[in-house]
């Protein structure tokens, strides 16, 4: 590891990097990608898809996505031959020069992979929707493969402190997205994400990969916040409501599991890289009620979920 790419990802990875961290760590990125540093040219790809520190530039984000490919980034590699042919798992060549991987980068065509399928809706109050095959089953079992070795027990707000906490009532585990953990591929699900709620990227939190193994759940729960609670007042003020729920489910391979919400009497059983979309809110903005959910346990087997929250305000808006 570079000291550039080492000093840079301590100021990425910081508690709450500034505009300034960001920058700087972007420099020295750029100096570790210069030197051959394939991570860093990796960051780079991902920093350019953000718009973290500069506005978003997708061609100049392949262009280092391909370069730390070229360097020898497996991750790299894996995403731009995913981008470029979603439907097949992304094979590394024996042996692959520049031309290779530019080639590779000339073929994505990131207008459709951010393209969603169409919206049908289950239930107009609460809104729900459902969207068909919104990933590739190559995404979903690349996704299952990032999150498998780096799962933690799942967390829930803490009602009397609004802290993160471990709760009886989730005992599945998830893998969380921060900056550390993203990529170009997960950006350009998030932004698809964003192309079929109409809701843009910056008021997604960090996205999580949801896991439960045979018997695990989420008990009833509503996504949204409770105003009327005092433990929710710093959160609500610096990030607003959370107002919609996105989850793309990435396997079929397990019996029972349903998304259920009782107060409509619906249980929703999804195949591989089917998403499931709903507003936690009502039209005029409140809290409603009728989006009570449940993730029910799987009988048999694993089930895996791609799950996006959104809130209703930037940062400090």
């Known amino acids: 590891m570079s000291d550039e790419f080492a000093t840079?990802?301590?100021?990425?990875?910081?508690?709450?990097?500034?505009?300034?961290?960001?920058?700087?760590?972007?420099?020295?990125?750029?100096?570790?990608?210069?030197?051959?540093?394939?991570?860093a040219s990796e960051r780079l790809a991902l920093l350019d898809a953000l718009g973290s520190a500069r506005p978003p530039d997708w061609g100049r984000s392949l262009d280092f996505l391909a370069l730390a490919a070229e360097q020898g980034s497996p991750s790299a590699a894996e995403q731009l031959l995913l981008l470029a042919d979603n439907q097949r798992d992304p094979v590394m060549p024996h042996q692959a020069d520049t031309g290779?991987?530019?080639?590779?980068?000339?073929?994505?065509?990131?207008?459709?992979?951010?393209?969603p399928g169409e919206k049908v809706s289950l239930s107009d109050s609460p809104r729900i929707r459902v969207i068909k095959r919104f990933a590739s089953a190559a995404e979903c079992r690349w996704m299952i493969a990032l999150?498998?070795?780096?799962?933690?027990?799942?967390?829930?707000?803490?009602?009397?402190?609004?802290?993160?906490?471990?709760?009886?009532?989730?005992?599945?585990?998830?893998f969380p997205l921060r900056l550390g953990e993203m990529s170009v591929l997960t950006e350009v699900i998030r932004n698809r994400i964003s192309a079929a709620t109409g809701l843009p990227v910056p008021l997604f939190e960090p996205s999580q990969v949801l896991h439960y193994a045979s018997g695990q759940?989420?008990?009833?729960?509503?996504?949204?916040?409770?105003?009327?609670?005092p433990a929710y007042r710093e959160t609500l003020a610096q990030f607003g409501q959370r107002i919609a729920t996105f989850l793309i489910y990435l396997n079929a391979g397990y019996s029972?599991?349903?998304?259920?919400?009782?107060?409509?009497?619906?249980?929703?059983?999804?195949?591989?890289?089917?998403?499931?979309?709903?507003?936690?809110?009502?039209q005029d903005g409140?809290?409603?009620?009728?989006?009570?959910?449940?993730?029910?346990p799987p009988q048999s087997g694993e089930k895996w979920v791609f799950s996006q929250?959104?809130?209703?305000?930037?940062p400090g808006q």
């Open 8 to 39: 840079a990802m301590g100021l990425l990875l910081g508690e709450r990097p500034s505009l300034e961290d960001v920058q700087q760590a972007a420099q020295l990125l750029e100096a570790a990608s210069r030197q051959g540093h394939a991570e």
């Open 100 to 115: 290779f991987w530019k080639s590779v980068r000339e073929r994505v065509a990131l207008e459709s992979r951010m393209t």
């Open 147 to 174: 999150a498998r070795p780096r799962l933690a027990p799942a967390t829930v707000f803490d009602k009397a402190t609004g802290e993160a906490t471990h709760n009886a009532s989730r005992d599945n585990s998830f």
């Open 217 to 229: 759940r989420f008990k009833l729960h509503h996504d949204f916040l409770d105003p009327r609670n």
């Open 256 to 282: 029972g599991g349903e998304t259920s919400f009782p107060a409509i009497s619906l249980h929703y059983r999804a195949d591989e890289g089917d998403a499931l979309f709903f507003a936690n809110v009502t």
């Open 286 to 296: 409140a809290p409603d009620p009728k989006t009570l959910h449940a993730g029910l």
């Open 309 to 314: 929250w959104i809130r209703d305000r930037f």
